[in-house]
């Protein structure tokens, strides 16, 4: 699915609808913002959507389509519309000691940990989690798909942009208010002239190559 594609396609419920039709009413929907960052964590989000209160949610598009106000707006909407909602996170000590995507299903499984009530079927963006024994459908680009994955996709992302303004705070001189951990220009600066901190994730390369740097 080629992106000017995916931008255009409103995320939908036939994912959803099907599986309550086989009797899997509380379908969470999953996804994770973060994961390529330099710092930071990453951040999932699990959603079980109350189908009867969906019509609020015209707007809800895969969080990357969207504007960070559009985000914010959207967020309590999401909450009002959710029978569960849950985040979970995995911070850069954890990615580094696991890898990246075993530390998104660490991040996933926290999530789904948090929802009351407890889901019976799973829709999650790419990721299939062996450990949960649920039914599940995994596929790419299912924030452009499914309205749970988008929901999902906007809460997480949301969360994770407030985590990063918090450790702006705490860590200053980075920037991670503004780019929220990401590479960018002015992250790379600001690595060259303070070094990494422990919000950053050692092992991800362009870190990895300045500590080697500052080691020598």
Known sequence: ????????????????????????????????AGRGAWAGPVVAAAVILDLAKTSILREVHD??????????????????SSLAHGIGLAGASEIDAAGIVPATRLAMRRALDALSPPPDALIVDALRLPDVDLPQRAFNFADSISLSVAAASILAKVARDRMMVGLDTVYAGYGFGRHKGYGTRGHWQALEELGACSAHRATFKPVAIMLGALAR
């Open 1 to 32: 699915m080629s992106a000017r594609r995916r931008s255009r396609q409103r995320p939908g419920l036939a994912h959803e609808r099907e599986l309550a039709r086989e009797g899997r009413r509380r379908v969470a929907g999953l996804d994770e």
């Open 63 to 80: 969080s990357k389509q969207l504007t960070p106000r559009q985000r914010e707006d959207l967020y309590p909407l999401i909450l009002e």
